[in-house]
């Protein structure tokens, strides 16, 4: 690599960075203020939630890196004019090619980056956010359980603990089981623990008191007792997580375009179609939107202001592009049928550019002096 593709590729590349980073860390930032409610309202514990945030980043990263790259080449290359750098790299006869390679490189980088993270890092990460979710929200010991708060774990099953220890003994429980309207049941105990099974959940108590009223005798029967369990309902914790339908986000390419597997497959086989392509064809922007960049930027006649037209024109084209590829996203989720169309605007817009980047409109000849 020669000093001068050096000088403008790192230039590029910790501006990309840069970007990156500021872009991730305010989509993260906000997609992270819908996780406050495991917080808020289920008791998720704090490492938790910054685990739980954390496996959202490579969702979105793909999207940003192409965004990062469009804006590093229009960051580096307007301040090279404004400097007056592009000057003397084309006085000293550098050309369209020459000036672009260091650009090149790093578009070349961002799209491996980007079937990276498209490929792998996507589903893998989006895979253990649902694991997770799903777990969390099937797990009474650790979110539906809180402590101070009358916990509503199913229709007509409400249970009460005063304290909970960190060694998950609860302490001053309470239930109250209506499942059956002819025998509503309350149950009180000084203290007792969450205790997971095969056939499910159940909390078991000790020193406590049952009390059943009879509607129809109007009598209230109480029963004291030393150890008692109440089955809560099929949940699961750890390893029993029961079977739940992937998503087209959480699938790797093989589970994507690979023979339907149930009936959920066969049903949203045009949205497993349409994340296969979406995989494929994302990176790709990354092209296209550096080369719009360089279009904008070096390409016509050099002009020393920095070119705001153009910069304004760019970002517009970008904001076009991305504004398509959504609508096409929408329309191949659908149906098969144009799922081709995906693959149009990255390289229409891409040899659009180049064209503009490469094209050198001739100068009018002065008129001949009048003798």
Same mark, same amino acid.
């Given at each position: 690599?020669?000093?001068?593709?050096?000088?403008?590729?790192?230039?590029?590349?910790?501006?990309?960075?840069?970007?990156?980073?500021?872009?991730?860390?305010?989509?993260?930032?906000?997609?992270?203020?819908?996780?406050?409610?495991?917080?808020?309202?289920?008791?998720?514990?704090?490492?938790?939630?910054?685990?739980?945030?954390?496996?959202?980043?490579?969702?979105?990263?793909?999207?940003?890196?192409?965004?990062?790259?469009?804006?590093?080449?229009?960051?580096?290359?307007?301040?090279?004019?404004?400097?007056?750098?592009?000057?003397?790299?084309?006085?000293?006869?550098?050309?369209?090619?020459?000036?672009?390679?260091?650009?090149?490189?790093?578009?070349?980088?961002?799209?491996?980056?980007?079937?990276?993270?498209?490929i792998y890092l996507q589903p893998a990460s989006f895979r253990a956010f649902k694991d997770l979710q799903f777990e969390?929200?099937?797990?009474?010991?650790?979110?539906?359980?809180?402590?101070?708060?009358?916990?509503?774990?199913a229709d007509g099953l409400t249970v009460y603990v005063r304290e909970r220890l960190d060694d998950g003994e609860l302490?001053?429980?309470?239930?109250s089981d209506q499942r059956d309207p002819k025998q509503p049941v309350t149950i009180m105990a000084k203290r007792g623990?969450?205790?997971?099974?095969?056939?499910?959940?159940?909390?078991?108590?000790?020193?406590?008191?049952?009390?059943?009223?009879?509607?129809?005798?109007?009598?209230?029967?109480?029963?004291?007792?030393?150890?008692?369990?109440?089955?809560?309902?099929?949940?699961?914790?750890?390893?029993?997580?029961?079977?739940?339908?992937?998503?087209?986000?959480?699938?790797?390419?093989?589970?994507?375009?690979?023979?339907?597997?149930?009936?959920?497959?066969?049903?949203?086989?045009?949205?497993?179609?349409?994340?296969?392509?979406?995989?494929?064809?994302?990176?790709?922007?990354?092209?296209?939107?550096?080369? !719009?960049?360089?279009? /904008?930027?070096?390409?016509?006649?050099?002009?020393? @202001?920095? %070119?705001?037209? #153009?910069? *304004?024109? +760019?970002?517009?084209?970008?904001?076009?592009?991305?504004?398509?590829?959504?609508?096409?996203?929408?329309?191949?989720?659908?149906?098969?049928?144009?799922?081709?169309?995906?693959?149009?605007?990255? !390289?229409?817009?891409? /040899?659009?550019?180049?064209?503009?980047?490469?094209? @050198?409109? %001739?100068?009018? #000849?002065? *008129?001949? +002096?009048?003798?």
């Amino acid at each position: 690599m020669r000093s001068l593709d050096r000088y403008i590729f790192s230039q590029l590349g910790w501006t990309t960075i840069a970007v990156t980073i500021a872009l991730t860390f305010a989509i993260w930032l906000t997609q992270s203020l819908r996780l406050f409610d495991y917080i808020v309202n289920r008791g998720l514990p704090a490492d938790k939630f910054l685990e739980f945030a954390a496996l959202l980043m490579p969702s979105f990263l793909g999207v940003v890196v192409p965004i990062a790259s469009f804006v590093a080449v229009l960051f580096v290359y307007n301040k090279m004019i404004g400097d007056r750098e592009l000057v003397v790299l084309r006085a000293a006869g550098l050309s369209q090619g020459q000036l672009a390679r260091a650009a090149v490189m790093l578009c070349a980088l961002s799209v491996l980056a980007g079937y990276f993270m498209t490929i792998y890092l996507q589903p893998a990460s989006f895979r253990a956010f649902k694991d997770l979710q799903f777990e969390l929200r099937h797990d009474l010991s650790t979110v539906l359980l809180q402590d101070g708060v009358f916990n509503e774990l199913a229709d007509g099953l409400t249970v009460y603990v005063r304290e909970r220890l960190d060694d998950g003994e609860l302490l001053g429980i309470m239930v109250s089981d209506q499942r059956d309207p002819k025998q509503p049941v309350t149950i009180m105990a000084k203290r007792g623990a969450l205790v997971h099974t095969a056939a499910g959940s159940m909390v078991v108590m000790f020193d406590g008191n049952r009390q059943q009223f009879d509607p129809v005798k109007k009598r209230l029967s109480m029963l004291k007792f030393d150890r008692y369990s109440v089955e809560l309902g099929s949940v699961t914790n750890g390893d029993q997580i029961p079977w739940r339908w992937r998503e087209p986000p959480e699938r790797f390419i093989p589970e994507l375009i690979g023979p339907p597997k149930s009936e959920e497959d066969v049903r949203y086989r045009a949205e497993l179609i349409a994340e296969f392509h979406q995989r494929i064809v994302i990176p790709l922007y990354t092209i296209a939107f550096v080369s !719009i960049g360089l279009a /904008a930027m070096l390409g016509g006649e050099f002009d020393r @202001r920095g %070119r705001p037209r #153009r910069l *304004a024109v +760019a970002v517009m084209a970008v904001g076009a592009l991305e504004g398509v590829q959504l609508a096409l996203q929408d329309m191949a989720q659908r149906t098969e049928a144009v799922d081709f169309l995906l693959y149009l605007p990255p !390289i229409v817009v891409t /040899a659009i550019s180049l064209f503009f980047l490469y094209h @050198r409109p %001739r100068r009018p #000849r002065r *008129a001949a +002096a009048s003798a």
